[in-house]
């Protein structure tokens, strides 16, 4: 059939409408990222090396965190396809016991692995730096958690515009943090990396609460606010959206486990490494967040005619994403390609790191196709609520493949940092295309 502009921007222009606006929200995050390595990379390259380390272990953290908040969406998309308001508020109140429960073992993993941070072999002059900064992180995680389910709440109902403007004012305020806690100015303290952290986990603080507010204040939420209060917390709802929620967090830990704990080889190789690891680690993050985002979007619609059980628009809508995904993501690593000579620049005045950025940034180019097609098919297995098969394909993919190839290439055979990114296109080509594969059974059942 003719695919004519009507039914173009019916197919594309839902996807585009719904995406556009957590792909925006999630840029401010990778401007944030931007913004924090290059004021605190200005400020110390040692406070830099610090950040890369333990920003990139964090950031396991926060994915996982962010993951099992995933389960609500399909669930709220599913009731918001048919009609079913009333339940919705039930599913957010319930969702949100699951993540603040979460939130306190996520806490008690990271207390053990901040007392212990001296065991992983990095530089021991940085030990001294990544400690607090890494306190205060784990300070804001039950903020985190929260902001995360009502964000959930917001794209499953196809409001996906109303967290983006959170999470914009929640940048800049940390932008703003930035500049006053790192430098010291306004008369407060220089706190240097120890004040990006306390500027983080202010930012956080200030997106929960305004969500919070949000839902149960404005009227455009009264209804979803009234099934909340009326609902009562079950054990069995509860655990329903962990058992959806719970997969989906292993399988974003697992894939950012392919390069969080990538940092402790890259620790191995010295304190230059980690500064160009931890630069290139910040320009693949507009990378991901832009394919995410827009693969999001598929989950939420994939979701919505699931609920209506229309197969052949789930199947549509993954394909018609998975177009979106890699269209983008091509686009996007044309400039990345373009600037790799100068991109660590606008992070620090080292020339020994602007030399390796400007080769690792190969292996980040080409591992773009197989990311798109991995990122559109996992929401896509999140949309129909299949998620238990992505957990061992995300362990298959990522612990069995990428780990190991990454210390084979960069350790035992000496390729250094290239080596070890070097293993990533292998690793998420081989998720995409398991994905991809699982979610076309599924859908033959049905």
């Known amino acids: 059939m003719a695919l004519t502009h009507s039914t173009f921007m019916a197919r594309y222009g839902s ?36 950040a890369s380390f333990v920003n990139t272990m964090f950031t396991l953290v926060v994915l996982f965190a962010t993951g099992f908040s995933y389960g609500l969406t399909p669930v709220v ?18 969702s949100l016991a699951a993540n603040m429960a979460l939130s306190v073992a996520l806490v008690a993993v990271c207390v053990a692995f901040c007392l212990n941070i001296h065991r992983f072999g990095q530089p021991e002059e940085l030990l001294p730096l990544m400690r607090p900064y890494l306190w205060v992180n784990i300070a804001s995680l039950p903020f985190l958690c929260c902001f995360n389910t009502f964000k959930q709440f917001f794209d499953g109902i196809t409001d ?6 959170v999470i914009i004012s929640g940048n800049v305020l940390n932008i703003f943090g930035n500049w006053v806690l790192i430098y010291g100015e306004l008369g407060a303290p220089e706190l240097g990396l120890f004040g990006a952290g306390l500027s983080t986990a202010l930012s956080r603080v200030v997106m929960a609460v305004a969500c919070v507010l949000l839902f149960f204040r404005h009227r455009r939420y009264r209804e979803f606010g009234a099934g909340f209060a009326s609902g009562s917390v079950s054990r069995a709802e509860a655990g329903r959206l962990a058992s959806l929620g719970f997969p989906v967090a292993l399988q974003l830990g697992m894939e ?14 010295g304190t ?93 180019i080409a591992y773009q196709l197989g990311d798109a097609v991995q990122y559109t098919f996992a929401n896509a297995l999140r949309g129909i609520e299949c998620v238990r098969p992505m957990v061992w394909i995300a362990f298959f993919s990522y612990f069995v493949v990428s780990l190991p190839l990454g210390w084979l290439l960069g350790i035992h055979m000496g390729f250094g940092l290239v080596g070890i990114w070097s293993a990533f296109p292998v690793c998420l080509s081989t998720a995409g295309l398991l994905y991809f594969m699982r979610f076309r059974k599924e859908l033959k059942k049905r």
């Open 256 to 269: 950012t486990a392919a390069f969080s704990l990538s940092a402790i080889f890259v620790g191995w190789l």
């Open 77 to 94: 998309g599913s009731l918001f396809g048919r009609g079913d308001t009333g339940s919705i508020g039930v599913a957010v109140k319930n």
């Open 160 to 165: 996906t515009k109303t967290p983006m403007f």
């Open 272 to 364: 230059t490494a980690l500064a160009a690891h931890q630069v290139t680690i910040t320009v693949s993050q507009l990378l991901y967040m832009v394919n995410s985002g827009m693969a999001a979007a598929v989950a939420v619609r994939v979701s919505y005619f699931a609920g209506q059980e229309d197969w052949r628009a789930v199947w549509r809508t993954a394909l018609d994403g998975l177009r979106l995904v890699v269209g983008i993501a091509l686009t996007l690593s044309v400039p990345v390609l373009l600037l790799r000579g100068v991109v660590s620049l606008w992070f620090t005045d080292s020339l020994e790191v602007c030399a390796l950025v400007s080769v690792t940034v190969f292996p980040l």
């Open 15 to 50: 996807l585009v409408r719904l995406g556009l606006p957590i792909v925006v929200g999630q840029i401010g995050n990778v401007v944030l990222g931007f913004a924090d390595t290059i004021m605190v990379g200005h400020h110390s390259m040692q406070e830099l090396a610090a």
